[in-house]
C-alpha cells in the first residue's frame, strides 16, 4: 500500500542503516520513531515554528521540511547530539552577522541595547533576574553544552517543546555571532514559536550562552565534522 | 549508610528552626524538568513508544452541518495493515462526553455539527496507512442549512433586538443566560456613552499537539499516557465511554507541551482508548497542527454592546451591558465562561448599578470552551474601551477616571458579593501608569512595523501609548469545590510528594519541590502526579488555581507528615514535640546534640499522609446575578507603547510595562516567565491572532496562516511592580498568577493604536483595514500633513 526504500543516515556522528521506511518519510519521523531521538520535536510539521531544528552538515534546518531519504550522504546533528563541551563550530571562520537578511541594515554587533538597557536609567525590575540566573547556573550540571545550561538556569524553559529547537538555533546563532545584537539575536530565533515565555527569558538565555561560550574556550574548538 | 553513622554527625544545636534553614518560598530554584527539556531527554506524550505500537487517525466532518446518510468503512477495514476501523456503533458505554454537558458525541451518528467533528477512528501500523484508511472512509452526506451567526439567537445590540432575530430564542440554542440585576436601574448617568465591540476568535495554540498513548491491560482496562489538564475529569469522561468502572481506566500524566485552556475538554482520549482495546495493541494518536487546531476548543469569539452612565465628575452611576459568546456546536465550558464575562462585565470598579446580559448560545462554528482569562478577557476589552471613552467624553485624565472609580476591599461588587481580601486595583493602577517611557523610535527598520518587510516609513510613523487595568476570579466559582489531593510519603531518606496537578509548563513542580523542601529540610525531595488510581484529583490546571489549591494540599500533606514523624521522633526520645524540629532531613531536639535521620524513623516501611484540600465554599448566583460566587480575585494593569504605520495599518506594540497583584511572590522567575508569557498572549489577540472562521469552515488552520508573535514581534515587557499583599486564606498569601497578564494587556494595547492613530478600533485583533480604512485615520495627506 505504500511504497518503501531502504535508506543509511548518519546521525550524532553513528551510522544508522534502515530498513523499509516509507518513502514519504520525512526526517524528523525517521528521527523520532525509528531512531528514538524524540529530541527534536513536532509541533507543526510544516516548517513554521522550528521546534525539529537540526543541523544537516553545517546548515539549521526544520527537519520535518526533510524528506529523510534526501538526507543521506550528510551529517545530522540534533539536540541529542549538542552536549558538553562539543560546540559544533565554524566560530574561527565565521563572520559575524553573516546571515544575509539585514546586514546592511543591522547596526554592528553589540552596538544595539541589550534588553532593558534602554531603559536602564529609569527602570528597576523589581526582581534581580541577573542574580537569579548566576544561582541557577551554579544548580545546572557544569558539563552540560552552555547553551543548553542557559536555557535551564535564565528561566527561559516553561512547557519546554520549544527548547530543544531554540537549543539549536542559539547554538547555530552563537556560532555564526559570537557577539549577536539584539536585533541579531531576535532574528534568528524568530522562525522559532515559543507560546510560553513571551520570548523575554528566552533573550536573557542568549545573552547568558553568550557569555558561556565566551567563558569556555574548548568550545571554539572545531567540531569533529570540522576535522 | 546506617542510622547511627548518620546519628553521630554533629550539628549546630539550640537554634530554632527558621534559623537553620534556607526556605526557599520566594527564592529560585532550578526547574526540576529544565535539564531533561533542554537536552531533549523530557518525555512529551508525543514522544511516546510502545513495542507492536499502531498509529490512529480521526475522519472528520467537512460540514458545518450535515445528515450523515450513510458510513461505509469497507475499503478502508480491508487495506493491509489497518486494525481497527470505529464508528458510533462501536462505542460500547455513553456515546456523549463533555465537562458540563454530556452533549458531545465520541463519533457523530446521525447529523454533524461542525466542520472538523469525529466521524471515525482508525488504527494501523504506520501513520501513513491510517491517514489512507481514514481517507478511504466512505460518508456520504445531506448537508443542512447551518447556524453560524450568534446574533441571530442573541443580538448584543438591544435596540436591533426585534429587527435582527431571525430564530426564536430556545433553551436548545442558549447554553445559558446569566442575567445580572444590581442597585437602581432607574438611575441615569449624567454623562453616558455607548459602544459596540467584537472580539474575534483567539486559539491556545499550544506548542505540543494533541497527542497520547493507549496500552491495552490484561485485566480488561487500559492505561492512557496522555497530556490533559485534570487527569480525574478525562478518566471519568473516559471510562463513562467505555463502559468500564473507573478504576480500570488508569490515566498516567505524560509531559505537556502547554495547555492554556485547550486540553480541558476531552479531545482524542476516548478514541485513544477505543482503539486499543478494540485491536488489543497500543495505540498512539498525535495530532498534526491542522487537526490541532481543528480538534480543541477555542476562546469564545464575543460582540458585546455597553452603555457606561457617570456623573460629571467621573463617578460610576451604573453600567448597562449585553455580552454575547458564540458557544460553537458543543457545551464544552460555556456556560461558566459566560459567568465569568457576565460577572466581570462592568471591571474592577465601584458599579452600584448594573444590568448585565450574558449569552453564550449554540452554533455551527467550532466548539469554544477554555482560554487562558476565561471570559474574563473580552469583557476587558469591552469595559476598558468604554473606560477610555468615558474619560473623553468628561475631557477626563483616563488614568484618574479608572483611580476614581477603582475597587477597594469592603466595596459591593455587581454580584452583591462584599468583597474581602486583597483588592489592589488603585495600587496596580497607579505602578504601571507611572512606569518610565521609553525612548522614542529605534533607528533600525527591523524594529519598526513590518519588521523585516522594511515597508514602514520612518517620516510616518505615529507612537501611541495606551492603558488598561483588568481582573480575573482565581479558583472555580458558583459553588464548584474544585479540591485537590496530595500524599506525602517518607521511604529511607527521600520525600515522595504526589499530587496529581498537572504540570503544563507553568512550574507547579517547582512549587512542590520548595514546599517539600522548606517543611523537611532536604534536597531528596521526589514529585510525581502519580496515576488516576494511586492519588485523588487535584482538580484542573486552570482558572489560576494550582498554587493556591495544589500548593495547598502539598503544603498540608508535608506539614502532616512532619508532625507524625516528630510525634514519632518524641516517643522515641520521650521528649515532647514542641522540643523537635527538622533540619537537614532530621529530627533534631532543641538544646540537645540528639537527632534522628529521616531514614530511622522509616525503618519499618515508609510512613505516608494524605490531605484532601477545599477552599471556602462559594454560592450559585441567584435569577438576578447576585450572590457570593466568587473565592477571590487578582488584578493587573498594563501601559503599552506601540509605533503604528498608519498608511499600511501596520503595528508593532514596542514596549509594555505591567503591574501585577500577586499576593506573595513564591518563585520570581517563574512569576517573570507567567507575566511575560501572558502578556504576550493578549499582544496576539490584540494584534494578529484570529481564526478566521467562514461558513462554519476554519481558514487558517496552520501556523502559516494563524500568527503568533515571534521573537521579532514581541515588545520589551517591563515589570513595574508586583504588589504584594497577602491573600487571606490563601496558602503562603499568593494569588495565582497565570490569568491576569493575559487580560488587560488586549486593551491596552488597542488603546495605544487608538491614541496613534484616532481610529475607532471596536474589534480584536487590530487589523491593517481597521487602521487604513478608518474615517477618523490620521493619515497624513500628499503635503504631510496630519488630516
Redesign the interface.
Known amino acids: 500500500?505504500?511504497a518503501t526504500l531502504d535508506i543509511n543516515l548518519k546521525v550524532n556522528g553513528r551510522d544508522y542503516p534502515l530498513k523499509d521506511v516509507?518513502i514519504?518519510e520525512s526526517l524528523l519521523?525517521v528521527l523520532?520513531?525509528r531512531l528514538?531521538?524524540?529530541?527534536?520535536?513536532?509541533?507543526?510539521?510544516?516548517g513554521?515554528?522550528g521546534?525539529c531544528s537540526v543541523l544537516l552538515d553545517d546548515t539549521l534546518v526544520c527537519s520535518c521540511l526533510v524528506l529523510a531519504a534526501d538526507a543521506e550522504g550528510v551529517e545530522v546533528t540534533?539536540?541529542?547530539g549538542i552536549?558538553g563541551t562539543d560546540m559544533p563550530s565554524q566560530t574561527e571562520t565565521a563572520t559575524p552577522s553573516s546571515r544575509p537578511?539585514?546586514d546592511d541594515?543591522?547596526?554592528a554587533p553589540g552596538s544595539?541595547p541589550h534588553?532593558?538597557d534602554?531603559?536602564h536609567s529609569?527602570?528597576q525590575?523589581?526582581?534581580d533576574?541577573e542574580r537569579?540566573e548566576g544561582?541557577?547556573l551554579q544548580?545546572?550540571?557544569p558539563d552540560?553544552h552552555p547553551v543548553?545550561?542557559a536555557?535551564?538556569?535564565?528561566?527561559a524553559?516553561?512547557?519546554?517543546?520549544?527548547?530543544?529547537g531554540l537549543?539549536m538555533a542559539v547554538t547555530d546563532l552563537l556560532r555564526h555571532n559570537p557577539h549577536p545584537s539584539e536585533?541579531d539575536?531576535?532574528?534568528a530565533?524568530?522562525?522559532?514559536?515559543?507560546?510560553?515565555?513571551?520570548?523575554?527569558?528566552?533573550?536573557a538565555a542568549i545573552r547568558l550562552a553568550e557569555e558561556l561560550v565566551q567563558q569556555s574556550p574548548n568550545l571554539r574548538a572545531p567540531s569533529r565534522r570540522a576535522q | 549508610m546506617t542510622a547511627t553513622e548518620v546519628m553521630t554527625t554533629t550539628i549546630e544545636t539550640g537554634t530554632n528552626r527558621q534559623e537553620l534553614t534556607t526556605p526557599t518560598i520566594g527564592a529560585?530554584?532550578?526547574?526540576p524538568?529544565?535539564?531533561d527539556?533542554?537536552?531533549?531527554?523530557?518525555?512529551?506524550s508525543?514522544?511516546l513508544?510502545a513495542e507492536s505500537m499502531l498509529w490512529g487517525k480521526i475522519l472528520r466532518s467537512p460540514h458545518p452541518h450535515a445528515r450523515i446518510v450513510s458510513i461505509d468503512t469497507t475499503k478502508a477495514l480491508n487495506?493491509?495493515?489497518v486494525k481497527a476501523v470505529l464508528t458510533w456503533d462501536d462505542i460500547p458505554g455513553n456515546h456523549f462526553f463533555g465537562l458540563e454537558k454530556k452533549d458531545q458525541p465520541v463519533f457523530a451518528h446521525d447529523v454533524v455539527r461542525y466542520v472538523g467533528e469525529p466521524i471515525a477512528a482508525v488504527a494501523a501500523t504506520?501513520?501513513?496507512?491510517a491517514r489512507?484508511a481514514a481517507e478511504a472512509i466512505e460518508v456520504s452526506y445531506d448537508p443542512l442549512p447551518a447556524f453560524l451567526d450568534p446574533e441571530e439567537i442573541a443580538p448584543a445590540d438591544p435596540t436591533v433586538d426585534s429587527t435582527r432575530r431571525s430564530r426564536r430564542d430556545s433553551e436548545q440554542d442558549i447554553f445559558r443566560h446569566i442575567s445580572i440585576r444590581h442597585g437602581n436601574l432607574d438611575v441615569q448617568g449624567e454623562v453616558q456613552v455607548e459602544g459596540s465591540y467584537e472580539v474575534g476568535m483567539q486559539d491556545?495554540?499550544?506548542?505540543?499537539?494533541e497527542s497520547g498513548l493507549a496500552i491495552p491491560a490484561s485485566d480488561g482496562g487500559v492505561d492512557l499516557y496522555i497530556s490533559t489538564q485534570w487527569l480525574h475529569v478525562d478518566r471519568d469522561q473516559i471510562a463513562a465511554c467505555l463502559a468500564l468502572p473507573p478504576e480500570l481506566v488508569r490515566l498516567h500524566l505524560a509531559?505537556?507541551?502547554?495547555a492554556?485552556g485547550a486540553r480541558e475538554d476531552i479531545t482524542l482520549q476516548i478514541h485513544l482508548c477505543l482503539l486499543a482495546l478494540s485491536s488489543g495493541q497500543p495505540v498512539k494518536i498525535?495530532f498534526?497542527?491542522q487537526e490541532s487546531f481543528l480538534g480543541h476548543v477555542h476562546r469564545h469569539p464575543a460582540r458585546m454592546w455597553y452603555r457606561h452612565h457617570a456623573l460629571k465628575d467621573g463617578t460610576l452611576v451604573k453600567v448597562e451591558a449585553r455580552i454575547i459568546l458564540d458557544g460553537g456546536a458543543y457545551a464544552s465550558s460555556s456556560p461558566a465562561v459566560i459567568a465569568n464575562a457576565a460577572c466581570f462585565a462592568a471591571g474592577p470598579y465601584r458599579v452600584p448599578s448594573a444590568a448585565i446580559d450574558g449569552f453564550a448560545v449554540r452554533t455551527n462554528n467550532p466548539p469554544c470552551g477554555a482560554m487562558r482569562g476565561f471570559g474574563a478577557v473580552q469583557a476587558c476589552f469591552g469595559y476598558e474601551t468604554q473606560m477610555d471613552k468615558l474619560a473623553s467624553a468628561l475631557d477626563m485624565d483616563p488614568i484618574e477616571l479608572r483611580l476614581k472609580n477603582a475597587l477597594r476591599t469592603g466595596d459591593t461588587f455587581v454580584t452583591g458579593q462584599v468583597l474581602q481580601g486583597s483588592i489592589p486595583v488603585a495600587e496596580v493602577i497607579k505602578e504601571a501608569a507611572s512606569?518610565?517611557l521609553?525612548?522614542h523610535l529605534?533607528d533600525?527598520?527591523?524594529?519598526m512595523p513590518g519588521g523585516?518587510g522594511?515597508c514602514s516609513d520612518t517620516t510616518k510613523l505615529r507612537r501611541g501609548i495606551g492603558f488598561a487595568v483588568g481582573f480575573k476570579n482565581l479558583l472555580y466559582s458558583e459553588g464548584f469545590d474544585d479540591y485537590s489531593t496530595a500524599k506525602c510519603r517518607l521511604d529511607g531518606d527521600t520525600i515522595t510528594v504526589i499530587c496529581a496537578a498537572v504540570e503544563?509548563?507553568?512550574?507547579f513542580i517547582t512549587l512542590a519541590h520548595q514546599i517539600a523542601r522548606d517543611v523537611f529540610d532536604t534536597d531528596k525531595i521526589v514529585f510525581s502526579a502519580g496515576d488516576t488510581n494511586e492519588v485523588g484529583s487535584a482538580g484542573s490546571t486552570s482558572a489560576s488555581r494550582q498554587t493556591w489549591m495544589s500548593g495547598g494540599a502539598v503544603q498540608a500533606a508535608c506539614n502532616r507528615l512532619r508532625d507524625r514523624l516528630l510525634t514519632m521522633a518524641a516517643e522515641e526520645l520521650e521528649v515532647s514535640p514542641h522540643q523537635l524540629y527538622i533540619k537537614n532531613g532530621r529530627i533534631v531536639s532543641s538544646g540537645t546534640s540528639v537527632e534522628i535521620p529521616f531514614e530511622a524513623l522509616s525503618v519499618n516501611g515508609p510512613i505516608e499522609e494524605f490531605v484532601e484540600y477545599h477552599h471556602e465554599p462559594t454560592y450559585l448566583l441567584d435569577d438576578n446575578g447576585q450572590g457570593d460566587a466568587h473565592v477571590s480575585f487578582a488584578f493587573a494593569a498594563h501601559k503599552a507603547i506601540v509605533d503604528v504605520d498608519p498608511e499600511l495599518g501596520l503595528v508593532r506594540v514596542t514596549h509594555i510595562s505591567t503591574a501585577q497583584d500577586v499576593g506573595k511572590?513564591l518563585n520570581?522567575?517563574?512569576?517573570?516567565?507567567q507575566i511575560?508569557?501572558?502578556?504576550?498572549?493578549g499582544v496576539g489577540l490584540a494584534t494578529m491572532e484570529e481564526l478566521i472562521v467562514e461558513n462554519g469552515v476554519v481558514k487558517n488552520p496552520?501556523?502559516?496562516d494563524y500568527l503568533?508573535?515571534?521573537?521579532?514581534d514581541?515588545p520589551?515587557?517591563?515589570?513595574a511592580?508586583?504588589i504584594e499583599q497577602p491573600e487571606p486564606g490563601a496558602p503562603f498569601g499568593a494569588k495565582g498568577v497565570g490569568e491576569p497578564p493575559a487580560i488587560s494587556s488586549v486593551p491596552a494595547v488597542v488603546s495605544a493604536i487608538r491614541q496613534a492613530t484616532g481610529a475607532p478600533l471596536t474589534r480584536v485583533p487590530v487589523r491593517p483595514q481597521d487602521i487604513v480604512f478608518s474615517a477618523d485615520n490620521k493619515r497624513p495627506t500628499a503635503d504631510g500633513v496630519l488630516k
Not at chain 1, 151 to 155: C, K, L, P, S, T
Not at chain 2, 28 to 31: D, G, M, P, T
Not at chain 2, 504 to 507: K, L
Request: glycine share 12%.
Open positions: 500500500m505504500v516509507w514519504g519521523y523520532r520513531e528514538g531521538l524524540s529530541g527534536s520535536k513536532n509541533a507543526c510539521e510544516q513554521e515554528c521546534s540534533t539536540v541529542e552536549e537578511v539585514g541594515l543591522l547596526a544595539v534588553r532593558h534602554a531603559l529609569s527602570y525590575n523589581p526582581v533576574t537569579i544561582e541557577l544548580a545546572t550540571p552540560m543548553k545550561r536555557f535551564a538556569a535564565a528561566g524553559v516553561q512547557c519546554g517543546f520549544c527548547t530543544p537549543v536585533l539575536a531576535r532574528e530565533i524568530s522562525g522559532n514559536l515559543c507560546r510560553c515565555t513571551g520570548y523575554g527569558r528566552i533573550f | 529560585n530554584i532550578l526547574r524538568d529544565a535539564v527539556k533542554t537536552e531533549g531527554r523530557f518525555a512529551f508525543s514522544d513508544w487495506m493491509p495493515g504506520h501513520p501513513e496507512i489512507q491556545q495554540a499550544f506548542m505540543g499537539p509531559g505537556v507541551g502547554g492554556f498525535v498534526n497542527r512606569a518610565p521609553p525612548p529605534l533600525n527598520p527591523l524594529a523585516a522594511r503544563v509548563g507553568q512550574g511572590v520570581p522567575i517563574q512569576l517573570i516567565g511575560e508569557g501572558g502578556t504576550m498572549q496552520s501556523f502559516t503568533i508573535p515571534t521573537a521579532l514581541a520589551d515587557i517591563y515589570i511592580s508586583l
